[in-house]
């Protein structure tokens, strides 16, 4: 595991944003994925009755939706110890299996950095 002082700027700042948008939406997840040109999309847990969709799949799916061809990185906040087999192949679809996935715990600290293959 990796210490979040052990971070570069770009990774830190996903992290941050992922933890922002689980504060201010108070749902139990954030994501932030980052695509290849730098730009990031932030969301947050999707909990309706008809869609039900992790933090990091919306961000996923936006970064699709807004032109993302690949992703250099992600991020997610949550309470949970783990990540789901879905959210990481999401991220492997569009960002590749070496593509990395910082997971954190609600106050940010990483608590583990996966690959998304």
Partial sequence: MTQTTDLGPEDR???TLARSARARNGVPEGAAVRDETGRTYVAGTVALESLKLSALRTA???AVASGAKSLEAAAV???AEALPDEDRAA???LGGPDTLVLLAGPDGELRA?????
């Fill in 91 to 93: 991220v492997r679809d």
């Fill in 13 to 15: 700042k996903i992290i």
């Fill in 113 to 117: 950095t996966v690959s998304a293959g």
């Fill in 60 to 62: 996923v799916a936006m």
């Fill in 77 to 79: 906040v949550t309470g």
